[in-house]
């Protein structure tokens, strides 16, 4: 495969679940990225690795923990949250994390929770 | 801090009409500036990019010039497809690489 891949691509949790989010890059990257994509939000970056260490926390509830295990992998853990966090999530990686590196988005794992 | 502001959609024209979507933005440094095109049901492709003043991006018969003095990155094509119905987003990242989105504008092309 080439490019970002995320996987599941959908998934509906209930408030009480426990689900993790899978990111990986086959670009040779080293910076990744999470975003959360709302109806009538623009874009939210919620957390950003480079060289696999966490360098941005863009405020987000605990309820949302990142792990990066390597350069390529990057995953998101969901526990206990809100019908308000159902949305797009949006994985992202990047040669490095600078002003000129174009990122490259993954398509997506669309969130519902009930 | 940083910002993008981008024309509101929908955006409606028919197919070889021209397209135009305003972009202007508010940074505090020397930011990089891109658009970003979302198909129906699928993530963010990068469509075009520019990282000093004056830079002019293109691909796909899309245009847009970095305008330092109109702090501006107005997206243009002349002669649009049914299959450029989509959303698209400007976005800047400040000096760390932080990127920030606008708020997306969607265009509907018709047969």
């Known amino acids: 495969e080439t490019g970002v891949t995320q996987t599941p691509r959908h998934l509906v949790m209930g408030m009480t679940n426990k689900k993790s989010l899978k990111c990986e890059q086959h670009?040779?990257?080293?910076?990744m990225y999470w975003y959360k994509q709302s109806a009538k939000k623009p874009l939210e970056l919620m957390f950003v690795y480079n060289f696999k260490e966490q360098t941005e926390n863009n405020s987000v509830p605990s309820r949302f923990s990142p792990e990066c295990p390597n350069s390529s992998h990057l995953f998101l853990h969901l526990h206990t949250l809100q019908p308000e966090d159902s949305a797009l999530y949006l994985c992202a990686s990047s040669q490095e994390w600078s002003r000129t590196d174009t990122q490259y988005f993954g398509p997506g794992t669309r969130l519902t929770v009930l | 801090g940083d910002s993008v502001t981008q024309m509101e959609g929908p955006v409606t024209l028919s197919e070889e009409a021209c397209l135009t979507i305003?972009?202007?933005?508010?940074?505090?440094?020397?930011?990089?500036l891109f658009w970003y095109v979302q198909y129906p049901g699928e993530g963010l492709q990068l469509l075009l990019k520019a990282t000093k003043a004056d830079d002019k991006g293109s691909n796909k018969g899309f245009e847009a010039t970095y305008r330092k003095e109109t702090t501006s990155f107005h997206l243009e094509k002349g002669s649009v497809q049914v299959s450029d119905s989509a959303v698209y987003f400007c976005a800047l990242t400040d000096s760390w690489g932080k990127l920030q989105f606008g708020a997306g504008t969607q265009v509907v092309v018709t047969p």
């Open positions: 670009l040779g990257h080293n910076a």
């Open positions: 305003n972009c202007t933005y508010t940074a505090t440094g020397y930011p990089s």
